[in-house]
């Protein structure tokens, strides 16, 4: 992997019982402001599409079997299982990518903020997640979500289980680990600033997770 410009980084926090379970995880992100012209849930730019097709080409046969067996998505494996997921019944975000890849023939565009992401995601195997960075109190850490929370501050928010683990700001859970994301904090088509982040496990280089961000970053901030 080249070495890429960083981005201003942001470490994020972790609860102390987490940090002391899960050694190794680490929350990291950074800000962009989306300069793309359009909406960032509609249809994708060119060059954002001729990346995706370049992809498509590249994770096929043999190259998307063997993904698994890479150091950072086995990493992620790892991870998962520690946590208590099975990574067969519930893919790494870059197996499920590639899963959905063979099955369809090729990466189908998503919009462009997903688009973006997913290329991120294949260029490194590290997963890259986006917030309204507007609706975000606060430094992102990871916890255990306490009893009767919910999952973001909208009308309809899901109730989360005792424990889970969960993205965090200063006022209320934002995402599950791997998971879902709040509704009431995801980027809108006109959301102007976003807030990504990214996580980083026991045997992923710190590299492939800047290089992530950055990636995604940059791509959304393009005029």
Same mark, same amino acid.
């Given at each position: 992997? =080249?070495?890429?410009?960083?981005?201003?980084?942001?470490?994020?926090?972790?609860?102390?019982?987490?940090?002391?379970? $899960?050694?190794?995880?680490?929350l990291?992100?950074t800000?962009?402001?989306?300069?793309? =012209?359009?909406?960032?849930?509609?249809?994708?730019?060119?060059?954002?599409?001729?990346?995706?097709? *370049?992809?498509?080409?590249?994770?096929?046969?043999?190259?998307?079997?063997?993904?698994?067996?890479?150091?950072?998505?086995?990493?992620?494996?790892?991870?998962?299982?520690?946590?208590?997921?099975?990574?067969?019944?519930?893919?790494?975000?870059? *197996?499920g990518?590639?899963?959905?890849?063979?099955?369809?023939?090729?990466?189908? =565009?998503?919009?462009?903020?997903?688009?973006?992401?997913?290329?991120?995601?294949?260029?490194?195997?590290?997963?890259?997640? #986006? $917030?309204? #960075?507007?609706?975000?109190?606060?430094?992102?850490?990871?916890?255990?979500?306490?009893?009767?929370?919910? $999952?973001?501050?909208?009308?309809?928010?899901?109730?989360?289980?005792?424990?889970? $683990?969960?993205?965090?700001?200063?006022?209320?859970?934002?995402?599950?680990?791997?998971?879902?994301?709040?509704?009431?904090?995801?980027?809108?088509?006109?959301?102007?600033?976003?807030?990504?982040?990214?996580?980083?496990?026991?045997?992923?280089? *710190?590299?492939?997770?800047?290089?992530?961000?950055?990636?995604?970053?940059?791509?959304?901030?393009?005029?």
């Amino acid at each position: 992997m =080249s070495a890429a410009p960083t981005p201003e980084l942001l470490r994020g926090w972790c609860a102390p019982e987490v940090e002391r379970e $899960l050694p190794g995880l680490r929350l990291l992100g950074t800000g962009a402001e989306v300069r793309r =012209s359009g909406s960032l849930l509609g249809n994708s730019p060119a060059d954002v599409l001729a990346r995706l097709r *370049e992809k498509s080409d590249r994770f096929r046969g043999a190259n998307a079997i063997a993904v698994r067996r890479e150091p950072v998505p086995s990493a992620y494996r790892v991870f998962f299982r520690h946590i208590g997921l099975d990574p067969e019944a519930l893919p790494t975000p870059i *197996e499920g990518a590639v899963r959905e890849r063979i099955m369809h023939g090729g990466f189908a =565009s998503g919009g462009l903020l997903a688009d973006v992401l997913l290329i991120a995601l294949l260029d490194t195997g590290v997963p890259v997640w #986006a $917030l309204d #960075a507007e609706r975000v109190d606060g430094a992102l850490g990871v916890r255990a979500s306490a009893a009767g929370e919910r $999952l973001g501050d909208g009308r309809d928010a899901p109730e989360l289980a005792e424990g889970r $683990l969960v993205i965090a700001d200063a006022a209320t859970p934002l995402a599950i680990l791997f998971g879902e994301l709040a509704g009431s904090h995801a980027p809108a088509a006109r959301t102007p600033r976003l807030a990504l982040f990214a996580l980083q496990v026991a045997g992923v280089p *710190e590299l492939y997770v800047e290089e992530a961000l950055w990636n995604a970053r940059s791509a959304l901030e393009a005029v």
